[in-house]
């Protein structure tokens, strides 16, 4: 024991003891334990927030043109945190689209924390931030300043998604 190393046998025997007689108390007193941990609470009030996501697919033609590029998506989403508006803000994928549906295909399909207010689940909005890069491509920057965070509509962490060239040889 590397107590023993420590410690003379006397001092062994009354640090177990206390080292028992915590732990009974605990057991005696399940409660006592618990009081002193207090544990964290949810939040009064608190934005929309990400809670079960999958990344968007990267489509298939806009990796073999090489299209990389960022999204802005304003999203609003309901008590339950469903979405059930999704805008695009910004988009910088060269007009094609194919970058901005792949962000709202995604967006569609997530479901989030809904925003707090009182302690109560209420409707809410966020921005989110999409940049989308080929592998070995000089990767977009998002425009500065870009969208502004508000406690009505705060922009989310950003969505990273990479897309990779494969040569298929015959």
């Not at 209420?122 to 921005?127: D, L, S, T």
Request: net charge positive; proline share 11%; glycine share 10%.
């Amino acid at each position: 024991m590397w107590v023993a190393s420590f410690m003379s046998g006397g001092r062994i025997r009354a640090v177990l003891c206390a080292a028992v007689a915590v732990c009974a108390g605990m057991a005696i007193f399940p409660g006592a334990a618990a009081a002193q941990s207090k544990p964290e609470q949810a939040p009064a009030s608190a934005p929309l927030s990400f809670g079960k996501l999958r990344p968007p697919r990267y489509p298939p033609q806009a990796v073999r043109g090489k299209v990389s590029g960022i999204v802005y998506l304003r999203v609003h989403a309901d008590e339950t945190g469903k979405i059930d508006d999704v805008q695009v803000d910004h988009a910088s994928d060269g007009g094609k689209g194919s970058l901005q549906h792949a962000a709202i295909a995604a967006v569609k399909s997530w479901q989030f924390n809904p925003a707090m207010r009182d302690g109560h689940p209420v409707p809410g909005g966020a921005v989110i931030p999409f940049r989308f890069s080929i592998v070995g491509q000089p990767v977009p920057e998002f425009p500065q300043p870009g969208p502004q965070s508000s406690p009505e509509m705060p922009v989310l962490e950003a969505i990273n998604v990479t897309g990779q060239i494969v040569n298929k040889r015959r």
